[in-house]
């Protein structure tokens, strides 16, 4: 059975800092492109961030780059979000996703969440003023 089970979410302060994480088991997870997506109250999923199998490759959503990371522990089989400068748009619940395979075999594929397998139950992040 896969299970994707995320943590860390909570209520923050704008500027703050959360880390969120994702323990998978049910899948090899090393072979697996991982990734974040985010849905807001009235709004679409969105993906966040995606990380190769290996790691060696990340993908920002434009709004988040320079302030979340990606880091993935393969021998944990454990992937984290680390949000920093957080604001009010990141309000969300967020949900770890997986895909075997190639992240993005054609523009912006990663965003895509149709195109992963396996998903998360979510963990809210919610950012006050």
């Known amino acids: 059975q896969v299970q994707l089970v995320e943590s860390g979410g909570g209520s923050v302060q704008a500027g703050g800092s959360l880390r969120l994480s994702c323990v998978v088991s049910?899948?090899?997870?090393?072979?697996?492109?991982m990734g974040w997506f985010r849905q807001a109250p009235g709004k679409e999923r969105e993906g966040v961030a995606s990380?190769?199998?290996?790691?060696?490759?990340?993908y920002y959503y434009d709004s988040v780059k320079g302030r979340f990371t990606i880091p993935r522990v393969n021998t944990r089989h454990t992937l984290y979000l680390q949000m920093n400068s957080l604001k009010l748009e990141d309000t969300a619940m967020y949900y770890c996703?997986?895909?075997?395979?190639?992240?993005?075999?054609?523009?912006?594929?990663?965003?895509?969440?149709?195109?992963?397998?396996?998903w998360g139950q979510g963990t809210q992040v919610t950012v006050s003023s």
């Open positions: 996703a997986a895909k075997e395979g190639n992240c993005s075999p054609y523009t912006n594929t990663w965003t895509r969440d149709h195109t992963y397998t396996y």
């Open positions: 049910g899948i090899t997870y090393s072979t697996f492109c």
């Open positions: 990380i190769t199998a290996g790691g060696s490759r990340t």
